[in-house]
């Protein structure tokens, strides 16, 4: 498993130890944020999830001020679900795959965790994606299939293509491309999604499907939305989306790849509306 904390300092931690974990909180859409910090005993192989678990058992703040329980997502605990994106020390990833071992190996460390903020805060870590699958709607992200029936067996990949096509489908939608992408912004109002930069993930995503035998059948509609307001052009080119994806899905590559499809699209569009 591929994780952002690869490239940290390996650093021998102590069995048992107390840290401290800092907590940007909110208690609701549009309430003030503050901060929070708590002392918490962790052991070897402890996790954000767990750290948070152990606060939510006892939550007191250092300042021994009762307080409540904090609130975040999650779901699978194995990197594969995408729900527990967080900004940890000021840069985004997965929560189950940051160790204390590696973060606070040692006694009083202190870690520190906000709320993504490019989505609407529903409550202190909790942030709602909506928009994130609203714009793999925008691109189709799915293989069309007609009926219940049996269809026979589907179109075959060489060893290249599928190898290509299986790193792609690792994106599990958490948001960490979003989060670190400057053209990315906070949108709270669902009428200007359709506009806003639609984003590196979908894109990405874009292209997967139009490499599929059978998901190329929309293609044409795939390229059209990407060549639209807030499609690929709109693209900064930071880089920062390739940096922070726990899964390093090559996604400089994808959009390169659909800004050259998307050219070739509009030319193809462009021949055929003079015919």
């Not at 994806?245 to 800004?259: R, W, Y």
């Amino acid at each position: 498993m591929t994780t952002q904390a690869s490239s940290a300092p390996v650093v021998k931690a102590a069995k048992t130890r107390t840290i401290r974990v800092r907590i940007k909180r909110c208690d609701g859409p549009a309430k003030a944020q503050r901060w929070e910090t708590f002392k918490v005993p962790v052991g070897a192989g402890a996790n954000v999830i767990s750290v948070l678990q152990t606060i939510g058992a006892n939550p007191v703040t250092v300042d021994g001020t009762p307080t409540t329980p904090v609130v975040w997502d999650s779901g699978c605990l194995e990197e594969v679900c995408g729900a527990c994106t967080m900004v940890i020390n000021g840069k985004t990833r997965q929560s189950c795959s940051c160790l204390m071992d590696v973060f606070c190996p040692n006694e009083g460390d202190e870690i520190t965790l906000e709320p993504m903020s490019k989505f609407p805060i529903i409550r202190d870590l909790w942030v709602d994606r909506s928009r994130l699958f609203d714009s793999l709607k925008r691109v189709k992200a799915w293989v069309p299939i007609d009926g219940t029936y049996d269809l026979g067996a589907g179109p075959t990949e060489g060893p290249k293509q599928s190898e290509l096509r299986y790193t792609l489908s690792t994106c599990m939608s958490c948001g960490c491309c979003l989060e670190a992408c400057p053209q990315f912004n906070l949108e709270t109002d669902e009428r200007e999604w359709d506009t806003a930069f639609i984003g590196a993930h979908a894109i990405s995503q874009a292209r997967l499907f139009n490499d599929h035998g059978t998901g190329k059948q929309l293609k044409g509609d795939r390229l059209d939305a990407l060549m639209g307001e807030g499609g690929v052009s709109d693209c900064g080119n930071a880089q920062n989306c390739v940096k922070v994806c726990p899964k390093e899905i090559p996604l400089t590559e994808s959009i390169a790849a659909m800004g050259r499809a998307t050219t070739f699209h509009a030319i193809a569009r462009w021949f055929q509306s003079n015919d």
